[in-house]
Nanobody
Framework: QVQLVESGGRLVQAGDSLRLSCVVSGLTYTWYPVAWFRQAPGKEREFVAAINWNGGRIGYADSVKGRFSIVRNSAKNTVILQMSGLKPEDTALYYC??????????????????WGQGTQVTVSS
């Protein structure tokens, strides 16, 4: 059974930094991609960042480029989303996701099979 568990979300002030973690279990191989998405109240879930199986291809949404970074520790089955320069518009429920189809990632919600429960990030102004 594939499981993803996010952690690290909390209430912070604008300009602060935050580190989100995603632990993946239930996959017997390491060549899976991991993506972060977020969903604010009343809005659709949107792509934030993603990393392929070996960290060789990374991508970010334009809205977070230069502020967020994604890294993975395959030995620990963990993917980190390091966020800095947080803004009130970053407030959302953050999810990590993966799939079995390929070792690479995409930006569409529909491409992903497995999702975590999410971790709440709230940025006050």
């Amino acid at each position: 059974q594939v499981q993803l568990v996010e952690s690290g979300g909390r209430l912070v002030q604008a300009g602060d930094s935050l580190r989100l973690s995603c632990v993946v279990s239930g996959l017997t191989y390491t060549w899976y991609p991991v993506a972060w998405f977020r969903q604010a109240p009343g809005k659709e879930r949107e792509f934030v960042a993603a990393i392929n199986w070996n960290g060789g291809r990374i991508g970010y949404a334009d809205s977070v480029k230069g502020r967020f970074s994604i890294v993975r520790n395959s030995a620990k089955n963990t993917v980190i989303l390091q966020m800095s320069g947080l803004k009130p518009e970053d407030t959302a429920l953050y999810y990590c996701a993966t799939h079995r189809k390929t070792s690479d990632w995409g930006v569409e919600v529909s491409e992903y099979t497995y999702w975590g429960q999410g971790t709440q990030v709230t940025v006050s102004s």
